[in-house]
C-alpha cells in the first residue's frame, strides 16, 4: 500500500512539473506569433497566422487543461466554474481560428492541394461545430439529454475535443513548412518551433486521454449490464 501511494504521489509531481513546463512552452509559443505578427503589421498571412496559432496553441489548449487537478491555473477553482472557464475559452479560441480561417477562405491564393491547408479547413469546420454544439447544449441542455444519457455526452465530447485538437494542432505543424514561414523565420530556428508544438499537444492531452479512457471504461461496464 506504501510502495502504491508512493508511486501515486511522484506520478502526480512529476505531473505538476510537465504541466508547469506545458504552460511555459505556451507562454513562449504565443509571444512569437504575438511579434512575429506585430512585425508584419498583422497583415493576411500574418493575421491568420496569429488569430488561428493563439486560437489552438494557447487558448484551446488551456481550455483543454482547465480540469486537470495540476494545472496551477485552475485547480483552486470549483468544478462548475471550471467547466465554465473551458467554455469560455473554448467560444474564444474557437472564434479566433474560425476569423483567421475565413480571412484565408476569402482570399484568392489559398490552395487546398496542401497538406497545412486540408488539415487546417478540418480543424475550423470542426471548431465550428464544436462551438455550436457546446451553445446548444448550455441553452438547451433537456433536448441534448433526450438523445443520449449524460455519460455518453460526457464521452463525445471529450473525444470530439480531442479530435478537434488533434487537428488544429497539426494544421500548426504543418504550418511550419509553408511558404510564410520559411520566408519570415530562420530555417534553423524552424525544426525547434516544431518540437515545441510537438511537446505542448503531447504535454496538453494527458488529462483529456485520462478522463476520455475512464469514460471508455464506464461506457464499456454500461454496455455489459445490459447486454446481461
Known amino acids: 500500500m506504501a510502495e502504491g501511494f508512493g508511486a501515486a504521489a511522484a506520478w502526480l509531481q ?37 488569430l488561428t496559432g493563439v486560437g489552438f496553441h494557447v487558448l484551446i489548449a488551456q481550455a483543454m487543461m482547465s480540469h486537470y487537478k495540476v494545472n496551477p491555473i485552475t485547480r483552486w477553482l470549483s468544478h462548475r466554474n471550471k467547466s465554465r472557464f473551458h467554455g469560455i475559452l473554448q467560444i474564444l479560441g474557437g472564434s479566433m481560428v474560425l476569423l483567421g480561417g475565413l480571412g484565408k477562405f476569402n482570399s484568392k491564393d489559398v490552395h487546398f492541394n496542401t497538406w497545412h491547408g486540408r488539415v487546417g479547413s478540418a480543424a475550423a469546420f470542426f471548431c ?41 494542432m497539426g494544421a500548426i505543424y504543418l504550418g511550419y513548412y509553408s511558404k510564410f514561414f520559411t520566408k519570415y523565420v530562420d530555417n ?30 464506464y461506457r464499456q461496464k454500461k454496455k455489459q449490464e445490459k447486454a446481461k
Open 14 to 50: 512529476i505531473q505538476s512539473l510537465l504541466n508547469s513546463i506545458n504552460h511555459m512552452l505556451i507562454f513562449l509559443v504565443a509571444t512569437f506569433f504575438f511579434v512575429l505578427a506585430r512585425s508584419l503589421d498583422f497583415k493576411e498571412t500574418a493575421m491568420h497566422m496569429f
Open 128 to 168: 465550428a461545430a464544436s462551438i455550436v454544439g457546446g451553445l446548444a447544449n448550455y441553452f438547451q441542455p433537456k433536448l441534448a439529454l433526450k438523445l443520449f444519457p449524460p455519460s455518453e455526452l460526457r464521452f463525445r465530447h471529450n473525444l470530439f475535443g480531442l479530435v478537434t485538437f488533434t487537428l488544429g
Open 188 to 217: 534553423d530556428f524552424i525544426p525547434g518551433m516544431m518540437l515545441v508544438t510537438s511537446l505542448v499537444y503531447v504535454l496538453t492531452i494527458i488529462s483529456p486521454v485520462s478522463a476520455l479512457l475512464s469514460k471508455l471504461k
